[in-house]
């Protein structure tokens, strides 16, 4: 081990290596600050709707298909689809509420394992797309738990940032939601504790056993859940 380091130390007094390492440690910095700046390959912009209705997707696929299939009181699985969960978000979610956030253009993307959710926003006069990548689970135990490992601005990963927006987020979740259930809900989720995902759907009780994420969709298995 030693005379490892003492290798490592003769190549560092080489003025060419040192050169040569300060040339690669600037041209990743180079790379890394033009990466903000680039619009990544999943981003798209969701158009509003010209008309004020609710979402199909949410009313004539979503809720008949979890009133329907919990009926049966078998487990079951709900498919959604990246087109359809977007098309939720820009019908539900206030505009006015989102500026507010200094966000606009939000959007989902499902990848294979991760969910990435990304928007558009305006830091010091400059606009950046910043994407937040979450990890959806259900531990041994059963509960919820939602990861996130990466955040990053264009193509760039944002070392550091993931703990300043969840502090954010959290702060922000106070006053954006109303129904103190669904804040304190969502507040558990980003602050990364556990949830046990439960839920009571025309008087019976589901228990989601398995999150998928896979290109394009998203798949959630259920479990009927009888009362003790």
């Given at each position: 081990?030693?005379?490892?380091f003492?290798?490592?130390k003769?190549l560092?007094?080489?003025?060419k290596?040192?050169?040569?390492?300060?040339?690669i440690?600037?041209?990743a910095v180079?790379?890394?600050f033009?990466?903000l700046?680039?619009?990544p390959?999943?981003y798209?912009?969701?158009?509003?709707?010209?008309?004020?209705y609710?979402s199909?997707?949410l009313?004539?696929?979503?809720?008949?298909?979890?009133?329907?299939?919990?009926?049966?009181?078998?487990p079951?699985?709900?498919?959604?689809?990246?087109?359809?969960?977007n098309?939720i978000?820009v019908?539900?979610?206030d505009?006015?509420?989102?500026?507010?956030?200094?966000l606009?253009?939000l959007s989902?993307?499902?990848?294979?394992?991760?969910?990435?959710?990304?928007g558009k926003?305006?830091?010091?006069?400059?606009?950046f797309?910043?994407?937040?990548?979450?990890k959806?689970?259900?531990?041994?135990?059963?509960?919820?738990?939602?990861?996130?490992p990466?955040?990053?601005?264009?193509?760039s990963?944002i070392p550091?940032?993931?703990s300043?927006?969840?502090?954010?987020?959290?702060?922000?979740?106070?006053?954006?939601?109303?129904?103190?259930?669904?804040a304190?809900?969502?507040?558990?989720?980003?602050?990364g504790r556990?949830?046990?995902?439960?839920?009571?759907?025309?008087h019976?009780?589901?228990?989601i056993?398995k999150?998928?994420?896979?290109n394009?969709e998203?798949?959630?298995?259920?479990?009927p859940?009888?009362?003790k």
């Amino acid at each position: 081990m030693e005379n490892y380091f003492n290798e490592i130390k003769r190549l560092l007094e080489n003025r060419k290596v040192r050169k040569t390492i300060a040339l690669i440690i600037g041209l990743a910095v180079i790379f890394w600050f033009a990466g903000l700046f680039l619009t990544p390959a999943h981003y798209r912009i969701i158009r509003p709707p010209d008309d004020a209705y609710a979402s199909r997707y949410l009313t004539n696929y979503i809720l008949p298909q979890l009133l329907n299939k919990s009926q049966y009181n078998q487990p079951f699985d709900l498919v959604i689809s990246e087109t359809g969960i977007n098309d939720i978000i820009v019908r539900h979610i206030d505009v006015n509420s989102l500026r507010q956030w200094n966000l606009s253009n939000l959007s989902v993307t499902f990848k294979k394992g991760r969910i990435l959710l990304t928007g558009k926003t305006v830091y010091c006069g400059l606009d950046f797309i910043v994407t937040i990548v979450l990890k959806p689970y259900i531990s041994k135990e059963g509960y919820f738990f939602l990861k996130v490992p990466k955040i990053q601005a264009g193509r760039s990963r944002i070392p550091f940032a993931v703990s300043a927006a969840k502090a954010r987020i959290l702060q922000e979740l106070a006053g954006f939601l109303n129904n103190l259930d669904i804040a304190d809900s969502a507040m558990a989720v980003f602050d990364g504790r556990k949830i046990e995902p439960v839920f009571s759907l025309n008087h019976r009780k589901l228990r989601i056993d398995k999150i998928t994420v896979q290109n394009k969709e998203l798949l959630i298995h259920f479990l009927p859940q009888q009362d003790k």
